[in-house]
């Protein structure tokens, strides 16, 4: 009898592929996904589904482990079958591929540095291909850990030049996601529509009681009894896309304004590492403005 290494016990349950499926719910869905992958000879590692009552649409990730020699292609070329019969709208991603980010970043580092930890770590599972910042006040740091920094300041004359040359390093380095790390300037209409769906923005959850400036000495000066972080998909509607993840410091009348900024920082450095988690997971779908975030 073989033994089985703990090694060789993990690896047999870490999935190749995940397959996201959305469509109008109806009978026979799951048995019917189910049985296209099995008759691929793939092994399902993991399954979750989702039913929206309000919506009537069904929701389904499917983590799979496939054959030696079973490529994404050839796994969608068998799938479409099904996938024609239930119109269903899919796609399947090969985990073993780490997705390429890009990370922006303005002056406040909590962020950028969580995600620089957390990366190198490999509890994202991502390459950073570069940081682009509109200061240099982080270069040193990212050059550190061997990662390219671009500074592309950013005045009005400026924007639409500095917004082209970004487009130009995603398309060179073949990013697959843009994370604004605490990134202090709003993308423009038109850039935010090209890259819909590939950018996950933070921002402190005062909003949009306290906008603009120094929204941590506002929100002390009026009392608040907790701050929290959002983390959510950019679109042209500032700060307004598809939330994929949210959470909360609770503060007290002891607490001074350094006090609530620390708590802040950390909550958004939390927030922003679980929603960009969850993207690289591939356990995010859009539900409308909604997102359904597997778990």
Not at 53 to 61: C, V
Not at 72 to 85: I, T
Not at 92 to 118: E, F, P, Q, T
Request: charged share 25%.
């Amino acid at each position: 009898m073989t033994e089985i290494t703990a090694s060789h016990a993990a690896d047999l349950l870490r999935p190749d592929f995940v397959l996201l499926v959305t469509c109008q719910d109806r009978k026979g869905l799951v048995a019917a996904i189910a049985g296209s992958i099995a008759a691929q000879d793939c092994n399902i590692i993991h399954n979750a589904q989702f039913g929206d009552a309000h919506t009537g649409r069904f929701f389904m990730r499917v983590a799979f482990k496939a054959p030696e020699g079973l490529s994404r292609e050839k796994f969608s070329v068998a799938f479409l079958s099904v996938a024609s019969a239930y119109a269903l709208e899919w796609q399947v991603h090969d985990v073993r591929v780490k997705l390429r980010a890009l990370v922006m970043v303005s002056k406040g580092g909590h962020c950028l540095n969580d995600l620089l930890y957390r990366t190198a770590t490999g509890y994202l599972p991502m390459e950073v291909t570069s940081v682009v910042s509109n200061h240099t006040t982080w270069q040193r740091r990212v050059e550190h850990e061997g990662i390219a920094f671009h500074h592309l300041p950013i005045t009005p004359e400026t924007k639409a030049e500095q917004e082209a040359r970004l487009m130009a390093l995603i398309d060179e380095q073949r990013v697959d996601l843009i994370i604004l790390a605490r990134y202090m300037q709003v993308l423009s209409d038109a850039t935010c529509r090209k890259l819909e769906g590939r950018v996950i923005n933070i921002h402190h959850s005062s909003l949009p009681a306290f906008k603009g400036a120094k929204p941590y000495h506002r929100a002390w000066e009026r009392g608040v009894k907790l701050v929290g972080a959002t983390g959510h998909y950019v679109t042209a509607d500032l700060d307004e896309g598809p939330i994929i993840a949210q959470d909360v410091s609770m503060v007290d009348h002891a607490d001074t304004i350094d006090d609530l900024i620390a708590q802040g920082q950390e909550t958004e450095s939390r927030v922003l590492t679980r929603a960009v988690k969850a993207h690289c997971e591939h356990r995010v779908m859009l539900n409308g403005a909604r997102t359904v975030v597997f778990k």
